[in-house]
């Protein structure tokens, strides 16, 4: 039997890693066993070097290239190995992060960017079943998580409209796997959906 794969995906600030954690205290979500992840991965070397990157004034296609080595690391030694066993894998930020943020950073180095990406992705990767997307306005985001590196509160607001155009494209393109949620509500109500979501899949499989 094989498992299923569910993906937190969304802008910074939107609120999902703080909702990917308290799934992990969700008696009813524990229930099934999920195996709960992350991209960039937690302590790896392939992981630690992304953070490094994020962090430097590191080369926008070798950055590209580390996250995509961290996710195949991430595929071989725990996402294939867990579906493969039956299991629900839950992971904070996949796959679709990368081809809404690269698609951005890298439109000074492709003609199409986010089609590249992907295409880089195409033959090797695992689709989700399931997308939780985190949609919020950049502003409300910006202000909750503050600006990174060197970017003006301005800039950072312009980068995520585009990243966050590419989410909502993403899910416009693949309506029978996304399901968006409005990350300006409450956490407890964000919460209770998303919780109620997952075990609807679950258990309708």
Sequence with gaps: MKGKLITLEGIDGSGKS???KKLQENPDICNFDPIFTREPTRGTLTGNAVENAIQ??????AELFLFTADHAEHLAKL??????????????????SRYAYQGITLKNRFENPLE?????????TVVPDL???????????????????????????EFLKKVRENFLS??????????????????????????QKILEFIRHD
Excluded: M
């Design 56 to 61: 430097s004034e590191t080369d926008q296609l």
């Design 131 to 157: 997308t939780f997307l985190f949609d919020i306005e950049p502003e409300i985001a910006v202000d909750r998580c503050g600006k990174r590196g060197e970017q003006t509160k301005f800039e950072k607001i």
């Design 170 to 195: 993403f899910a416009s393109d693949e309506p029978e796997r996304f399901v968006i949620i409005d990350a300006s509500r409450s956490r407890e109500d964000i919460e209770k959906k998303v919780v």
């Design 18 to 20: 703080t909702i990917a």
């Design 79 to 96: 996402v294939k190995p867990s579906l493969e066993k039956g299991k629900t894998v839950i992971s904070d930020r996949y796959s679709d």
């Design 116 to 124: 590249w990406v992907k295409n880089l992705h195409s033959e090797w």
